[in-house]
């Protein structure tokens, strides 16, 4: 069964530095989708990113890039600049091609910016 | 704003009871998906449907169901309500059901049970 661990139950970071949030993952299939999503205090869940298994290059969207590592198994989240709305929850997420069709989260990562 | 509509935005009910949450996809998505996001077992899937049919379960409780209409609106139906029962329920809704097809999530049902 595929399995998403993040581990990092929080992180803080100073405003306008870069942070790197982990991300590992377990699945035997080749072919699966990597996700990111932000969940502010408020309760929304935000898509940020996507990395296909397939895709040769880094995923990139404005202050965001997945470090993607497939041999190591890991999709880990930069954000650059870091900006006070950016506080929240992040989610790494996984669908295998093969699988249920469902989207297995981890379990989050809480960053806190400090101004 | 994702495009995803859920209402209501919270609800309060009491320990048996039923409750009906409802999601509109984004205009165009034909896939709904259902989730929970609770403290003690974080997020997780409960039911896909693609265009009105059913097409994934996940960790549903019997007492549980879901349906998505012609109109390709949906509804979870929580029945006999229990106290773990309370949480954040997803809707999210993606163009198709390919793996790499993104989901965008609504804002959320939040379901206190007491």
């Known amino acids: 069964a595929q399995k998403i661990t993040q581990t990092q139950p929080g992180m803080f970071v100073q405003e306008k530095e870069a942070v790197t949030l982990d991300c590992t993952y377990d699945?035997?299939?080749?072919?699966?989708?990597l996700f990111w999503y932000k969940q502010p205090s408020s309760g929304e869940m935000i898509f940020l990113i996507y990395q296909g298994s397939y895709d040769e290059q880094n995923a990139t969207e404005g202050r965001y890039s997945l470090n993607f590592q497939k041999a190591r198994k890991s999709a880990n989240l930069v954000i650059s600049a870091s900006q006070l709305g950016d506080s929240a929850m992040y989610f790494c997420?996984?669908?295998?091609?093969?699988?249920?069709?469902?989207?297995?989260f981890g379990a989050g990562t809480r960053l806190t910016v400090k101004p | 704003d994702s495009g995803v509509t859920q209402t209501p935005k919270h609800l309060i009910t009491a320990t048996g009871q039923r409750v009906t949450l409802r999601c509109s996809p984004r205009s165009g998505d034909l896939s709904v998906y259902w989730y929970q996001q609770s403290l003690d077992q974080g997020l997780q899937f409960l039911i896909q449907?693609?265009?009105?049919?059913?097409?994934a379960k996940g960790n549903i409780l019997e007492r549980f169901s879901a349906q998505q209409f012609p109109d390709l609106h949906s509804e979870l139906n929580l029945s006999s309500l229990e106290l773990g029962d309370s949480a954040l329920y997803f809707c999210?809704?993606?163009?198709?059901?390919?793996?790499?097809?993104?989901?965008?999530f609504g804002p959320g049902t939040r379901l206190l049970v007491l």
């Open positions: 699945t035997s299939d080749q072919s699966y989708g």
């Open positions: 997420a996984m669908r295998e091609v093969l699988g249920n069709n469902d989207m297995r």
């Open positions: 999210a809704s993606s163009g198709s059901i390919e793996a790499q097809e993104t989901q965008y």
């Open positions: 449907y693609y265009n009105g049919e059913e097409r």
